[in-house]
């Protein structure tokens, strides 16, 4: 199954002082298992455009929605036998423990 994971900021980060595990040999391990197909960090929240039809008129906006509290900083497309494998997969990352992951399955439209 493909996930689509949301590396995201977290407003109460994880308060264990032992090291984080390393980014890199995360995508190393994940890329040579073939479970990361894609994967990519954003550009600031800054560079975001916000886009909105309202009553057939465009409204354009210059960064992320104003109630936005956490920024996803990046994201990782994972191919993965289930839930629980991406959810493994997602723990080990490091911003597991600096932020929050999020993981969507993609929809399936020809069911």
């Known amino acids: 199954m493909k996930y689509m ?3 995201c900021s977290d407003a109460e980060p994880d308060t264990d002082p032992s090291a984080e595990p390393d980014i890199n040999e995360w995508v190393r391990e994940n890329d040579e298992a073939g479970r990361r ?6 550009a600031p929240p800054t560079a975001a455009t916000t886009v909105r039809v309202r009553n057939k008129e465009l ?3 210059d960064g ?8 996803i ?7 993965c036998a289930d839930l629980d494998e991406a959810i493994a997969v997602a ?3 490091p ?3 600096g932020g929050r992951i999020e993981i969507r399955p993609f929809a399936d439209f020809e069911q």
């Open 59 to 61: 409204l354009v906006t």
């Open 37 to 42: 197909r894609q994967g990519a960090v954003l």
């Open 95 to 97: 911003m597991a423990r």
């Open 5 to 7: 994971m949301f590396v």
């Open 91 to 93: 723990r080990a990352h």
């Open 64 to 71: 992320p929605f104003t109630e936005t509290k956490e920024v």
């Open 73 to 79: 900083f990046g994201f990782d497309l994972l191919e």
